[in-house]
Structures are given as structure tokens and as C-alpha cells.
């Protein structure tokens, strides 16, 4: 059973860090493309960053220069850092996954692409 646990969120500051964290289990990892999404109440969950199983990125425009994403397919574990945090980085955070392994599978942020989801971790930026 695939399973994805996020962890690392919190309460900071305007101008503060944190870094998320999401363990994967029950499927080959190094196969899957992994990203991070957010959700504010009555809004459409965003998409926030990409990463493909050869450490190809993207990242939605409102994050980039201040978040990074990256993979340890050694410990099956997503990761975004996040710096320089602003009240609008506010949102619930999930991880997902889809499988890649002869699809021509591509860097796209739409959440209709992935398969797997975590149950979220919330961040707070306060003013």
C-alpha cells in the first residue's frame, strides 16, 4: 500500500524558514515523480514544486529563488526548503506521487496528475 506522511510544518515568522518532509512507503520511489501542493480554504490547491526521478525541477512562479526541492531516494523522502517565507506561503502542504516508468511523463504542476496524497502539514507565516 502506498503510503506518503508529511512532517516539518509549523508557526514562523515573515522572513523564516522551515523545511517539509514527506516519507514514502509501499511503492519503488526512485520511479516516481514527487511534488509538493498547498490549500487555503476556498481556494484550488496549488501547485508548489516538482521533482522527477533524475532531479529535474519546477517550481511554481510565486515560490521560485526561495524554495528547494529535493529527494533522497535512499531513504524514500521528499523534502522542500523553504526560506524567506511570506504570510502568503500560508497553507496546508501535501505531498504527492505518481509513477514513472514509460510514461512521458512531464514537470506539469496540475494536481489532476498525481495519483498519491499525503494528509498534509500545516505552515503559518505570520506578518
Known amino acids: 500500500q502506498v503510503q506518503l506522511v508529511e512532517s516539518g510544518g509549523g508557526s514562523v515568522q515573515s522572513g523564516g524558514s522551515l523545511r517539509l518532509s514527506c516519507a514514502a512507503s509501499?511503492?519503488?520511489?526512485?520511479?516516481?515523480?514527487m511534488a509538493w501542493f498547498r490549500q487555503v480554504p476556498g481556494k484550488e490547491r496549488e501547485g508548489v514544486a516538482i521533482?522527477?526521478?533524475?532531479?529535474?525541477?519546477n517550481y511554481a512562479d510565486s515560490v521560485k529563488g526561495r524554495f528547494t526541492i529535493s529527494r533522497d531516494n535512499a531513504k524514500n523522502t521528499l523534502y522542500l526548503q523553504m526560506d524567506s517565507l511570506k504570510p502568503e506561503d500560508t497553507g496546508m502542504y501535501y505531498c504527492?506521487?505518481?509513477?514513472?516508468?514509460?510514461?512521458?511523463?512531464?514537470?506539469?504542476?496540475?494536481?489532476?496528475?498525481?495519483?498519491?496524497w499525503g494528509q498534509g502539514t500545516q505552515v503559518t507565516v505570520s506578518s
Open positions: 504527492a506521487a505518481k509513477p514513472c516508468y514509460a510514461s512521458a511523463c512531464t514537470l506539469s504542476l496540475s494536481p489532476l496528475a498525481f495519483d498519491d
Open positions: 509501499g511503492y519503488p520511489f526512485n520511479y516516481y515523480y
Open positions: 521533482i522527477g526521478s533524475t532531479s529535474n525541477t
